[in-house]
Every structure is written in structure tokens, then in C-alpha cells.
């Protein structure tokens, strides 16, 4: 669905508040110096401390992928991780993460500390992240979310980016790539160095993308900017700013219900030429949207025991996700309101006429999380506030499209909106909402013994939508307003210099999204009335896990268990034929299981990897549908795959290197009642380069190759659109409750992409 378009601009920071010790630092800087993990090599697993499952990916691995790869396929190895993409290149936003069965509106996503998942569905778009060239790392908390993190929902873990720093001496990256449906992608990075005596330093990136889409008409673009301003001086100090902005216009990939993948396969797809009265015509559902996130993480050493870490941030953005459809002269409404004639452009003699349905998101977002780190004695006290506030103005508008299929305005803008005779915008939905977001914590790590350390923290975080229905009606102002406790506790011991045991247990809770709240209107009456009497998803989960760190081989093993109350389950339905987000509310859940992962390096500059996952996920009570009940009591919970194995690895002698990353997914169930579901499929992603420098001169310049889902099955890849039941039931009191189809993703085809990278 659309990404609501958000993005972000960030609070000014001072950058160089100590000049003198600034000036003295660039002085005596040396050379860009970067440890993480193993540095012989680094592998998949870099080491990790904290008293929960924690994985990640580095550099090291990111080089040898696709450039175009965002950072849900980044991650896709990782235990837990199962990723949905609908395209190859990463490009498209309809694309899918879940972790442990929960889907990606109860995943946390931070990019340099700032969150990025949409103000009003929860959801994150990673095609609107930073470019792979400036990702210093990817972490995936599977389970227990840090609590000093500004996230709402994070029962289903964090996915944290870290941006590479700005280097200390001048230079450059140009990379050029070429593959598979006309791609065409190039990227440019220059970094100042330190800028004379003020120790500052920053990079700037572009990078443009293109590529036909892989199945059906219809083709995506990508312009994007990185940028990061950094100053350190004195005991730790730190101040940056960094800046994503992206612009794109990608087709969205229509999802098939199963009746439909068995008819016509990879061919469900949007039309390649346009006939008068097609709604289905490919530039009708092209969605531009413009995004801008800034993020300004500042660490300051106030004395041997003190220190500060404060994050600001601003989002904005704006885009559309259209459909086409068609609009009659006569019988519209307006909320409850019946219409008079409408003037339609391009009507034919019985008052028809084909337009693109707007449905556009208008976003604000800021904010700032602050936190005081006080060490004293065995104890490290931290205490922090976290504020947020954001406007979401969504628009379900109508206008014209030419006689040749090309809309008059693809990005939904109001000047161009067909309007009532009395002058008012012609809409189904239109509404603005205020979100303010405010919570606590404080928590406390002892170090009982040197090595025994018991965390124990609490988070209280409150959430209000304020919103306005502006469509005539019923509804006029809504308002909900709800507060979560948030106990945790955690324990690690280390049993030697290389083992180390953990366990945890953390409270997370999700807030039902702003567009529950709102009456939705079709044909003049209420067909969804938006309610206030909701209740937060509450969850507790626990952790036990063994973690080994050694020179050659490293290794994880955690189990975990959850259970909800209020399960919220995301779903996209269809309404007046845009695609909307929307919830279930699933009752009570269960889950338990295992994740794995093993690294081993038996080597120099060989690294293979294997992770895996068993996930026991079932629905504790029959789900309430109107006066009845689907039997739904010890059934299979939806989107969550009993069995995930991963196994890649990466090669590098000084000359060739390569990566492999082979992905295996189990059954999905896509309705409460397990009456549908899709089968277990496997992908293979591989590559292979050469480093060319020596050959040509000493700069760093290399040729790769990588192969996208190689073996190329045909498959569906995970369920977009849940429902309760696709056969029609018989309730527990006896009535027959009508079935619904689900929607899936299909499973991305092979590419082949070349990329030529040179340093300067």
C-alpha cells in the first residue's frame, strides 16, 4: 500500500561546540580505522554482548551483494527474518518482513537512531532507505527491543541501520551497474575529508536507478541522496547529521488471490496498452512519492560518569499510491451526502468516465529521544524521555486521465482534483490526523559479579491520535488516547573468555493504527464505523540463549516464547478500489521456538554461514465474526512458517571473491481457519568479482557479478492480504460466515546485475 510517502528533516545540531579540542583532534587524526566483528574476516556473525538474540550483517557482506538490494533482502539470511520482495532490485514498495511470524507494523526500524516506520500504518518502506554503499551495518534484534528505542510496537523486534562515517581524507566511490530488464543503476559518493582546523568531516552521495518492471508493463526510477555531517573532539564527544532524501515512481506489482495464480500465473499483471474504459492500464497505478529523513544523533562525556546521548529528528513526505477506476456523472456521494450531477472530464454519452483514483498521504514527523547514562559503583542508571509529534493528511481524491491512458496529474495534487459543482473536492476519504507520542524509561544494569549482569528497566509510553473526519456525516473529531507499561528484566552471564549465556524477559505493546478510528462511507451509508473502543496489543516475551564467540567459529542458539492479548494482525483491504491498510484483531496468541546461527571461518578470508528457525505460533480462542465464532482455537497463526534455514557465505583471497546466500521458507498459512495457504519455497542468490586493483593501478577498483534468485521458481512468496476464513464456514453457533480471498506476493524472477566499482 502506499508508504504514506513520509520523510524527514532533522533538528539543526552544533556540530562544533568545543572548536579548540575539534581543531586539536583533526591535528592528530589518523587514518580511517574500522573493526567490526571478525576482522579476519568478518563473516555474518559479528560479535554481539547484549543480553538478547541479536544478529547482523556488515560490510563485509553488504560489498558483495547487489547494490540495489534494500534492507529487508539484506537481512534475509538472519534467523527469523522471512522477507517477501516482489521484485529483484528492491525498488518496488510493496515488498514484506516479518520476524518469529509478526509482520512488519510490529517491527521497529531506526536508521542513525531515528525511527522510520510510517506515523499511521506502523509500516517501513526500505526502498526509501540509505543506498547499500553508505550502510556501515544492519542489525536485527529478533526479539527484545532496546528501551531507550522511539519506536511504538515493537513486539516482533528492531532492524537498526548505521550509516558509514565520513572518511578523514578526501576521496570517492563511483559504481556503474547494468542487468536484467533494462536495469541501469549509477552511484557517486565524495567524501570531504576533515575540513581544515574545525574537524569536521561529511559525505555526499546520488545515486539514479531504473529498471523495466520484471513481469507485466511498466517500469521503476530511483533518484537518491546521502548525506552526513560528523564532528568528534575531546573524551568520546560526537555530533553528526545525516540526510536520506529519495524520490521515486515505481508501478505497483498486482497481488493474485490463489484462484488467480492458478490461472494465470507470473501473467496476472497490469495491462501494457491502454483501451478506452481500462482501469487496469499500467500508468494508472504508478506511485511517485518524495521523502526526506534526517537524523541527529549527538554523544556527549560530561565526566568520567556522566554522559548524554540525544536524537533528533524530522521526517516529510508526500506521494500517492493511484488506481484506476471509473466515476458515473450521476448518483455519487460525499460522506453521507447525495450529490448532484458532477462535471466529469472525458465522460462518454452515458455519463462514464475512466479516471485515477488518488490515494494520497501527506506526512510530518519530529522528534527527539534524550537519555542520562550515570555509572556509579556496580551500577549503570540510564534515564531518558522520548517525544514525538506528527501530522498525517490523507486524500482519497478523483482526477482526469487523456484519451491515450496517461493520467493528467500522477501525483494526486488537489489543484487537479475533480470537484463538486459547489466547488468541494470529490472524495471518499479525507481526513487529518495528530499524533503525539511520549514516553519514559529508566533502567539499571548491575554488575553482580564480573561476569553476571542483571538488567532491570521500565518504559512507559503514551499515544494520541487526534484526528478529523472532514467528509459529511456521523463523524466529525476523533480522539484515542491509551498508555502501556512497560516492565523488563534481562540477565547475562559469561561463562569463559568466549562463552556467554543469557536470558530476558520484555513487555512490548503495539497501539492500534489512526485509520481504525474512522467511519469509512460507500454508496451515501456508514460501512465501517470507526471506533475508539480499542484496545492496546499486549505482549510478554522471553528469551533463553547460549552465544559463542570464538577466533574461527562463533555461534548462537536462542529460545524464545510470546503471548498476546489483543494480537493485531495487519491486512490490506479494497475500498472504493484503492488498496488500504488495515487490522484484525486476532484475540490471544501463542508462540515458542528456536533460532540458530552458526559462522564459521575455517580460512583466511572464508566465511560460511548456516541459520535457522522452528516456530510454534497457534491462536488461543475462536475469532468473534458479527453474533459468531470461527473455530480457530489451536490454529496455525497466519504469515508464520513453522521452518526457516539460511545458509550463505562469502570468499575473498585478495584477487576473487563471491557470496552465496541460499533461503528456505516453509508453509504460510493465510486465514485464521488454515483453509488456505501457500507452499515452502527456496531461493539462491549468487556472486562472484574480481578485484582489479594492481592491475590496473593501485586504486580500489572492482568487477562483480551477481545473480539474483537463480534457480527462478515460480512461487508465491508470502500472503499481503490476510483474512479470516477463504471458504465460506459454519460458526460455532450455527451460521454460515462467508468466505474471503486472500491476496499474495509473487515471488520475484532471476536477474543478473554487473557493477563496476572504482575508488578514488
Avoid: C
Amino acid at each position: 500500500m502506499t508508504s504514506a510517502r513520509r520523510a524527514t528533516m532533522a533538528f539543526p545540531v552544533l556540530l562544533a561546540a568545543v572548536p579548540a579540542m575539534a581543531a586539536t583532534v583533526a591535528d592528530e587524526a589518523p587514518a580511517d580505522i574500522r573493526v567490526v566483528g571478525h576482522p579476519d574476516p568478518e563473516g555474518l556473525l559479528p560479535d554481539q554482548h547484549a543480553a538478547k538474540a541479536v544478529s547482523a550483517i556488515s560490510t563485509d557482506f553488504i560489498s558483495k551483494q547487489a547494490p540495489t538490494l534494500n534492507a529487508f533482502q539484506l537481512v534475509n539470511l538472519l534467523p527469523g527474518a522471512n522477507v517477501s520482495s516482489t521484485d529483484p532490485y528492491g525498488l518496488s514498495v510493496s515488498s514484506s518482513l516479518t520476524l518469529r511470524g509478526l509482520g512488519q507494523d510490529e517491527i521497529g526500524v531506526l536508521m542513525e537512531g531515528a525511527p522510520q516506520n510510517d506515523i499511521g500504518y506502523y509500516y517501513a518502506y526500505p526502498s526509501q532507505f540509505a543506498d547499500a554503499e553508505n550502510v556501515r551495518q544492519v542489525t536485527l534484534a529478533q526479539g527484545a527491543v532496546d528501551i531507550d528505542s522511539p519506536t511504538v510496537g515493537g513486539a516482533g523486534g528492531l532492524l537498526s541501520l548505521s550509516l558509514d562515517d565520513p572518511k578523514s581524507k578526501f576521496g570517492g566511490l563511483v559504481d556503474l551497474s547494468a542487468g536484467s530488464y533494462d536495469q541501469r543503476r549509477a552511484f557517486v559518493r565524495i567524501d570531504t575529508g576533515t575540513i581544515g582546523a574545525t574537524g569536521l568531516k561529511a559525505f555526499v552521495s546520488y545515486s539514479y536507478s531504473r529498471a523495466d518492471n520484471w513481469r507485466g508493463a511498466g517500469f521503476d526510477t530511483r533518484s537518491h541522496v546521502d548525506a552526513k555531517l560528523l564532528n568528534e573532539w575531546g573524551d568520546g564527544n560526537r555530533a553528526s547529521v545525516s540526510v536520506s532524501f529519495n524520490d521515486a515512481n515505481n508501478s505497483l506489482y498486482p497481488s493474485p488471490t490463489l484462484a488467480d495464480w492458478r490461472a494465470y500465473g507470473r501473467g496476472f499483471n497490469l495491462d501494457r496498452h491502454y483501451t478506452d474504459g481500462d482501469t487496469n492500464y499500467w500508468r494508472l497505478s504508478r506511485s511517485p512519492f518524495r521523502n526526506i529523513y534526517v537524523s541527529a544523533p549527538v554523544h556527549l562525556t560530561l565526566s568520567d560518569r556522566l554522559a548524554l546521548d540525544s536524537t533528533s529528528y524530522l521526517q516529510f513526505g508526500y506521494g500517492n499510491s493511484p488506481y484506476g477506476t471509473q466515476l458515473s456523472e450521476d448518483g455519487n456521494t460525499l460522506g453521507t451526502e447525495a450529490l448532484g450531477p458532477v462535471a466529469l472530464p472525458g465522460a462518454d454519452a452515458d455519463g462514464i468516465a475512466t479516471v485515477l483514483g488518488n490515494f494520497t498521504g501527506d506526512q510530518f514527523r519530529g522528534g527527539n529521544v534524550s537519555k542520562l547514562t550515570y555509572q556509579v559503583g556496580a551500577h549503570t542508571i540510564t534515564a531518558g524521555l522520548w517525544f514525538d509529534y506528527g501530522t498525517d493528511r490523507v486524500l482519497q481524491t478523483y482526477t482526469a486521465v487523456r484519451d491515450d491512458g496517461h493520467p493528467v496529474d500522477p501525483w494526486g495534487y488537489q489543484d487537479h482534483a475533480i470537484r463538486t459543482a459547489d466547488g468541494r473536492l470529490l472524495a471518499y476519504e479525507n481526513e487529518r490526523t495528530i499524533t503525539v507520542t511520549k514516553g519514559f524509561f529508566l533502567a539499571d544494569s548491575i554488575a553482580v559479579t564480573p561476569r553476571l549482569t542483571v538488567d532491570v528497566g521500565f518504559k512507559g509510553v503514551d499515544v494520541l491520535h487526534n484526528g478529523r473526519n472532514y467528509l459529511p456525516g456521523p463523524q466529525s473529531k476523533v480522539r484515542f488516547d491509551s498508555f502501556a507499561a512497560l516492565p523488563r528484566a534481562a540477565v547475562r552471564y559469561q561463562l569463559d573468555d568466549r562463552q556467554q549465556l543469557f536470558a530476558n524477559v520484555t513487555t512490548n505493546f503495539r497501539a492500534p493504527d489512526e485509520y481504525t478510528l474512522y467511519n469509512v462511507y460507500d454508496g451515501g451509508a456508514v460501512s465501517s464505523t470507526g471506533t475508539t473502543d480499542l484496545k492496546n496489543e499486549y505482549s510478554v516475551s522471553e528469551e533463553l540463549g547460549y552465544r559463542y564467540i570464538g577466533p574461527n567459529l562463533s555461534a548462537s542458539l536462542t529460545g524464545f516464547h510470546y503471548h498476546f492479548r489483543n494480537r493485531q494482525l495487519a491486512t490490506v483491504i479494497d475500498q472504493g478500489g484503492a488498496l488500504m491498510n488495515s487490522t484484525i484483531n486476532a484475540g490471544s496468541q501463542t508462540s515458542y521456538g528456536v533460532d540458530g546461527e552458526i559462522d564459521w571461518r575455517p580460512a583466511r578470508g572464508m566465511s560460511l554461514y548456516v541459520s535457522g528457525e522452528y516456530l510454534h505460533a497457534r491462536i488461543d480462542g475462536d475469532l468473534p465474526v458479527g453474533d459468531d465464532y470461527l473455530p480457530t482455537k489451536g490454529k496455525h497463526a497466519v504469515s508464520a512458517p513453522t521452518w526457516q534455514f539460511g545458509v550463505g557465505g562469502t570468499y575473498d583471497d585478495g584477487r576473487l571473491f563471491g557470496s552465496t546466500a541460499l533461503k528456505y521458507v516453509g508453509r504460510q498459512y493465510a486465514t485464521f481457519t488454515n483453509d488456505e495457504s501457500i507452499k515452502g519455497y527456496a531461493t539462491l542468490d549468487l556472486s562472484i568479482g574480481v578485484h582489479l586493483a594492481g592491475l590496473i593501478d593501485a586504486q580500489r577498483t572492482d568487477l562483480r557479478l551477481n545473480a539474483i534468485n537463480v534457480t527462478n521458481p515460480h512461487v508465491l512468496s508470502g500472503v499481503e492480504a490476510i483474512s479470516t476464513n477463504a471458504q465460506d464456514t459454519t460458526g460455532r453457533n450455527g451460521t454460515v460466515i462467508a468466505g474471503s480471498a486472500p491476496a499474495y506476493y509473487i515471488g520475484s524472477g532471476r536477474a543478473l546485475m554487473v557493477t563496476l566499482s572504482r575508488a578514488f
